[in-house]
Every structure is written in C-alpha cells, then in structure tokens.
C-alpha cells in the first residue's frame, strides 16, 4: 500500500518542466491572441482599425493589391489572356462568351466604368440571372473568372485600366 502511494508522488513529481512550459504558455498565448484579435472590453487594435478604415485588420497587413508599375500591368496582361480570353476573345479581349473589354460600352458600370467597380464585379462574378446578354444568361459569370488570388485580380484590372481609357483609375494601391 504504502509503496503504491509513493508511486503516485513520484507519479505527479515527474511532470517535466518543458510539458508545464508548453501548457502554460499556450494558456497564455491563447489569452494574448484573444484579447488582441477580440478586444478587452469591446476595444482592440482591430476593431479600432475596422472602424477608423473600414476595412478590416488582416485585409489592410496583407499586400493583396499590388503596386501599378510595369511588372504588374505585365503580370495582368499575362494573367487575363489565359484568364479571361477563354470568355472574352482571347488575348485581345475583344468580345466573345463575354462582351469586349477594351471598348466603352459597358454593361455593368454604374455612371463610368472605375478600377473599383471591375473589383467588385471579377470578385463577385455575375450570376446568370444578373446577365444582361443572351450568352451571359446561360451561364455568368464564375467569381474571379478563373484568378486565384486578389492580387492577380489587382493585376488584371491595372492592365485593363492602362488599355482602356474608358475606366478611371481610381484604385489606391
Ligand atoms: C466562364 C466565362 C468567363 C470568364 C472566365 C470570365 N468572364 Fe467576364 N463575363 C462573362 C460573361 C458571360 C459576362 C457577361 C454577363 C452579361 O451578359 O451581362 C462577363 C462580363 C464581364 C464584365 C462586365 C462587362 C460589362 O460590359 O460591364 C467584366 C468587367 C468582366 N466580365 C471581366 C472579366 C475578367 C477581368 C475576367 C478574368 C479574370 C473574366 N471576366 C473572366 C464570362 C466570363
């Protein structure tokens, strides 16, 4: 008995340090992170950011729009023939499945066409509902068109925007 007893001291004496250091320190990462990300009695660093910009705290320290210089209107030209010019013409973007981006008719635009307004639409797509052409409405038009990221999303409207003078350039980088 006695010797079953000591076993058990001995049992909880062994806990190594390491193991105490990583629960504990998880404990209080956790706390740090939580009152960082969430706020300390309804403020925190990102909710006063969300508020003061409108846009939130992860959105704002990832560079998802690129700068416009001549690499990434490159990188947009490059992007948008293989992207885009299945639905809309192929490289030169003319028009086919999709209406023609390099003229000044626009279906979609509210007043002129802007680099922002284009965001929303590539981003959102187009639902076959919202189509305005017969070609549109059978199938729309997919989130993205086929980009992976925002930034080559940026890429491809700086490209359109250097061709089409039709677009204002209004995006920020
Ligand atoms: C799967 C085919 C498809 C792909 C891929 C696609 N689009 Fe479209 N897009 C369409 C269709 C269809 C419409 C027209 C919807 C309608 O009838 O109103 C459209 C409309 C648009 C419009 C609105 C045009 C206007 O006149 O207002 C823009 C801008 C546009 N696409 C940009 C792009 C860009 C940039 C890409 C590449 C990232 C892309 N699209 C990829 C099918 C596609």
Known sequence: ??????DKESAGKSIPNWL???????????????????GFLGYSQSSAYRDSTGQSFAVAFIPEKPERNAASIA???????????ACHG???LTGSIGP???????????????????AE???KGILPADAKTEKGKQGGMPPRGTLGSDRQVWEVIYYLSSKNRSIRQDATP
Do not use: K
């Not at 008995?1 to 000591?6: D, I, K, Q, Y």
């Not at 990583?22 to 939580?34: D, S």
């Open 1 to 6: 008995m006695s010797s079953n007893h000591s």
């Open 20 to 38: 105490l250091f990583l629960f504990f320190g998880a404990v209080v990462w956790g706390a740090v992170y939580g009152i960082f990300m969430h």
């Open 75 to 85: 990188n947009g030209e490059a992007s948008a023939s293989t992207n885009c010019g």
């Open 90 to 92: 192929g490289p030169a």
């Open 100 to 118: 023609n981006l390099t003229d000044d008719t626009w279906l979609h635009a509210q007043g002129q066409m802007t680099e922002t307004r284009l």
């Open 121 to 123: 639409l590539i981003m």
